[in-house]
Structures are given as structure tokens and as C-alpha cells.
């Protein structure tokens, strides 16, 4: 079992910056990748980013690309998620959560396809 805890999440200005951390705990051997997910207000949770166990995958979304880092340190067994140039519509709780299978296809992957999700926290981006 794997637990997963969100920090970071707070009040910006549009353009501005926010890091986010999803901290593990557990089993955490068992992990292949951490992925980041949001879900707005009356929305679906929707895929951000992942990185793989060793950092040598990264995966984004096309509404993130160029503004958002998705980083790790194993050593604090923790993930990072570096938001740059945030927009209103970046609003959301962000949540993280573990994959065990390899995914061969990161362009299909839904929230089904994770587990050990954290509670989330809020970001919103004021214009």
C-alpha cells in the first residue's frame, strides 16, 4: 500500500508561479510512475503530467506543455510539479497518484489508470 500527501497549492496571480509536492509513503518500491491530475469545478479529473520511478520519463499534457516541470528526489521519495505562467484555467485541486503497470500509450491514460490517490490540494489562479 502506498500513501500519497499533496502540498503546495495556494492563491496566484495569473502568470504566476506555484510548485506543488506529492510526498509517498509505504510501499513505494512498487511504484513505475507518480502522475499529477486536476479537476475543476463541475469537471472531470483530467491528466497533467507523470515522470517514471527513475526520472528518465516525463509525459504532459498539451495544456501544460512549456509551463509545467514534473521533477522527483527519490531520496524524500517525493514529486514535484513546477507551475510557471499559471491561467484561470489552471484552477483546480490537484491530486497524485501512483501507477504500478508500465503504460505503453501515454496519450490514452485516464485517472482509472492510477491508484493511491492523495487527498489534493487546491490552486487557483486569479486573472
Known sequence: QVRMVESGGGLVQ???SLRLSCTASGRTVLMYATGWFRQAPGKER?????ITWNGDRT???DS???RFTVSR??????V???MT????EDTAVYYCATRIQYISNWSTVTPSDFGSWGQGTQVTVSS
Open 14 to 16: 495569473a502568470g504566476g
Open 46 to 50: 483530467e491528466f497533467v503530467t507523470a
Open 59 to 61: 509525459y504532459y499534457a
Open 64 to 66: 501544460v506543455k512549456g
Open 73 to 78: 528526489d527519490n531520496a524524500k521519495n517525493t
Open 80 to 82: 514535484y510539479l513546477q
Open 85 to 88: 505562467s499559471l491561467k484561470p
